[in-house]
T-cell receptor, first 109, second 113 residues
Framework: QKEVEQDPGPLSVPEGAIVSLNCTYS??????FMWYRQYSRKGPELLMY????GNKEDGRFTAQVDKSSKYISLFIRDSQPSDSATYLC?????????FGAGTRLTVKP | DGGITQSPKYLFRKEGQNVTLSCEQN?????MYWYRQDPGQGLRLIYY???????QKGDIAEGYSVSREKKESFPLTVTSAQKNPTAFYLC????????????FGQGTRLTVV
């Protein structure tokens, strides 16, 4: 079993749809939970991070963490074609960061 | 502008050659990292360095070497001992050990020819 599991997709949605991206993990020591967006042949860029359980909202993006279920989510509201990218979840304990394999998202106009 | 610069963007290596990937940052971050990205897999840690003149092996260090002589620079050498080096290599830096605000470079695509 991988330490971080993420559905690779691909996921295709129409413009304006609500997108839900998810990851599960097995290591209860993880304390910080991140979401990165990666465009093709580019480096990942940080979207947001959350400490421990709870929700965090930034514009059209909402991150949720449920440590009891070892499950994290990223919701994208009013999705735009410019949101088309690969989304990577990541989680860290001290000096240890693990990434999911990434979900490829396409938002069609 | 502050950031991380990786070079070259594309690199071709012949069998049996060593090649060095460059990573420079001007963010004044103490910690720097090298990751390898393969299709369908998450980023895997090769080496990391928390401070100048010190570095630690990650999960897949075999066939790779690094140095950290300056705070700004963390070059990665892919040696001939690395049996499957074709991949996308990413360098990152962070101001804290949890990498909550890690910055990534634009990557180097290494291909063995």
């Amino acid at each position: 079993q991988k330490e971080v599991e993420q559905d690779p997709g691909p996921l295709s949605v129409p413009e304006g749809a609500i997108v839900s991206l998810n990851c599960t993990y097995s290591n209860s020591a993880f304390q910080y939970f991140m979401w990165y967006r990666q465009y093709s042949r580019k480096g990942p860029e940080l979207l947001m991070y959350t400490y421990s359980s709870g929700n965090k909202e930034d514009g059209r993006f909402t991150a949720q963490v449920d440590k009891s279920s070892k499950y994290i989510s990223l919701f994208i509201r009013d999705s735009q074609p410019s949101d088309s990218a690969t989304y990577l979840c990541a989680m860290s304990a001290s000096n240890d960061m693990r990434f999911g394999a990434g979900t490829r998202l396409t938002v069609k106009p | 502008d502050g950031g991380i610069t990786q070079s070259p963007k594309y690199l071709f290596r012949k069998e049996g050659q060593n090649v060095t990937l460059s990573c420079e940052q001007n963010l004044n971050h103490d910690a720097m990292y090298w990751y390898r990205q393969d299709p369908g897999q998450g980023l895997r840690l090769i080496y990391y360095s928390q401070i100048v003149n010190d570095f630690q092996k990650g999960d897949i260090a075999e066939g790779y070497s690094v140095s950290r002589e300056k705070k700004e620079s963390f070059p990665l050498t892919v040696t001939s001992a690395q049996k499957n080096p074709t991949a996308f290599y990413l360098c990152a830096s962070s101001w804290n050990r949890f990498m909550t605000e890690a910055f990534f470079g634009q990557g180097t695509r290494l291909t063995v020819v």
